[in-house]
Every structure is written in C-alpha cells, then in structure tokens.
C-alpha cells in the first residue's frame, strides 16, 4: 500500500492557524493541497472549498440552487478540525497504487488534471 502524505497547505499568503474569515459564520475559502507519495519528493496539486452553512444558504437564496462538489462543510474556520478532517480524508485514500489512491482523493478534491485530455 502507497502512504499519502500531505506536503502543503495554503490559501494564498494567509496563516492558516491564525487566519480568521471576515465574516466568521458566512464563507467559503478555497485551499490548495499538495498530495504525493511518502519518501517522493513533490505531489499533485488538489483544492478544496472550506465553507459554511451559511454560505451555502445564502447561494441557494441567491440562485434558487447550489451544487456543491469538492467541499468541506464546517461552521466556522477551525483549522486544526480542518486539516485533521482533510489528513483523514487522504490517509482513508490510500491504496496499492498511485492512480487508485487518485480516484478515491478526486472524490473529494479537485485534482489539477482533472478532465485533462492530451
């Protein structure tokens, strides 16, 4: 079995641990993860959207609907209960190859070539 390994995690310039959303209940922050290979160096650039209930309602009130897709749902921006939900998320996607580990990750993550065709 291949071990995962998260190898970053940003939102830009801002401090993960001590960032904090301008409007703390209503937001929805899209982060880049760095997913590869343990004892690999890099990985694969994946992102995903940290957003709140609110958020989420207030799009549906706007647009009559929303269709969420690569999202993590959480009341306010915890970032600890962030990243241990999004280690888990990586450490349940583990297989015996990369390209298995890849579709279980796309499940939840957008990966940078998704629907990339040569």
Sequence with gaps: MNKLNLKGIDFGTENLEAYTPEVSGNFCVWLNLTIGLENIDGGHLFQVGICTTSWLEHQTLTKGFYIPRHMIIVNDFDYQL???????????????????????????FSWEYEDYQS
């Design 82 to 108: 962030i990243k241990s939900t999004i280690d888990g998320i990586i450490s349940s996607a583990e297989r015996a190859t990369w390209e298995q580990s890849l579709q279980i990750l796309c499940r939840f």
